[in-house]
């Protein structure tokens, strides 16, 4: 059976290449509720080369993501994508740095040659992720789904030159869904014809005479001469066995269809707004799967100002961060001297949503800019990172089999 690699197997064995704290206290903006991140990298087992019977990891992480450590084959495809996080790892202050194998330090000495036009892009795209993340979770604040609305909040029937809700319609006249029959109505997409058994309910809802009688001769539903009809089928147990206008157990988002026996008459027509369903369902469980994974000192934090402050903090750091890549050519992962107040006054929330949106938007001009006088390489060059990787691969190759 394969085994599977733990933090530790990777240090006792002496695969591990680097370890360095990563996030806010490497950018210098940690608050003193802020975890204290750390990252790594870690050379394959040779074992994973020549199927040895352990599996393949490209990553590791502790269950809050606050330790992930990378293959070294998957940090360098991550460098070669551009990718925000790892191209920082390269760049942080050496006080940051826990553990350094030589294999990292020859890399690190080559670091400057993943600094392209193409990790611009990246930085630029993260940010705007940032955002995207920040919008999301502002809905999620402001307007928080807390009710599961079901199929009959989106149903409605035509009333004068307007509507009414099927629900309101049904509770008007003291019905129930359950023995409703539906039908199509030809060449009218979700319209129906909604049927009603008179009998059923009469037989099977505790009700009194008195409303037994309001409900059949002063509803307005009931046409007069069925009147006798419906007592009779009631006495006879004669039902339609119409299926409702939906499943009460909420498992479908579609309406029931009924057989509806001839002569019958409907009680009304009904519309269902089925995709205002279906994106309800979608908005109320992304909000229960937020509910349960977010961060509750986070979110009491974020429910003052009506925004994640967090994510757009890391939007307009990442933001500013590409800006500088662009025109110096260089990767300052440390905010403390350049943009620190300005970023930890967002993330205190002393700056309104709005302002924050506003300044990243007036970025977008700059940006654009930036990246057309950059003088950085347009890409990395491929042959110079294999050629790095293929010495430490035949290094390890050899040491494994020295050791044979």
Not at 77 to 99: H, I, R, S, T, W
Not at 382 to 403: A, D, F, T
Request: proline content about 3%.
């Amino acid at each position: 059976m394969s085994k599977k690699l733990t933090f530790k197997d990777i240090e006792d064995r002496g695969l591990l290449l680097y370890k360095y704290v990563r996030g806010s206290t490497a950018y210098g903006l940690a608050l003193p509720t802020s975890d204290v991140d750390e990252g790594g990298v870690y050379l394959e087992p040779i074992e994973t080369v020549v199927d040895l019977g352990l599996d393949f990891q490209e990553q590791i992480s502790d269950e809050k993501n606050d330790t992930t450590w990378y293959s070294l084959r998957k940090f360098m495809q991550l460098l070669m994508g551009g990718n925000p996080n790892v191209l920082e790892a390269l760049f942080v202050d050496d006080k940051f740095v826990l553990y350094e194998h030589p294999i990292m330090t020859e890399i690190k000495k080559h670091r400057d040659m993943f600094l392209t036009k193409d990790s611009f892009g990246p930085f630029i795209g993260y940010a705007r992720t940032q955002i995207m993340k920040a919008r999301g979770l502002n809905k999620k604040i402001v307007n928080p789904v807390t009710e599961r609305k079901d199929v009959l909040d989106f149903c409605y029937t035509f009333k004068n030159q307007g509507s009414e809700s099927i629900n309101d319609f049904l509770n008007r006249h003291h019905l129930s869904q359950k023995y409703c029959g539906l039908v199509n109505i030809p060449n009218m997409k979700d319209v129906y014809g909604v049927y009603y058994d008179f009998a059923a309910y009469l037989k099977f809802e505790d009700l009194d005479d008195v409303t037994k009688r309001n409900i059949v001769f002063k509803s307005g539903l009931v046409d007069a001469n069925d009147i006798d009809k419906i007592f009779d089928r009631m006495d006879n147990k004669d039902f339609f066995g119409y299926k409702g206008i939906c499943s009460e157990d909420g498992d479908s988002n579609e309406v029931r269809l009924s057989s509806i026996p001839k002569g019958e008459k409907p009680i009304c027509f009904m519309t269902y707004n089925k995709d205002g369903y279906t994106s309800h369902c979608k908005r109320y469980w992304e909000y229960q799967d937020w509910v349960k994974k977010r961060n509750p000192q986070r979110y009491l934090e974020n429910k003052e100002k009506d925004y994640d402050r967090k994510n757009v903090a890391h939007s307009v750091r990442l933001m500013h961060m590409g800006i500088e890549l662009a025109k110096t050519g260089k990767l300052n992962v440390d905010r403390t001297n350049i943009d620190r107040d300005f970023i930890l006054d967002i993330r205190l929330g002393n700056r309104t949503y709005d302002e924050v949106i506003a300044y990243i938007e007036s970025k977008n001009e700059e940006m654009k800019e930036a990246m057309e006088k950059s003088t950085l390489p347009d890409h990395i060059d491929v042959s110079k990172v294999n050629e790095l990787l293929l010495n430490i691969r035949k290094e390890q190759m050899n040491n494994y089999l020295k050791g044979i």
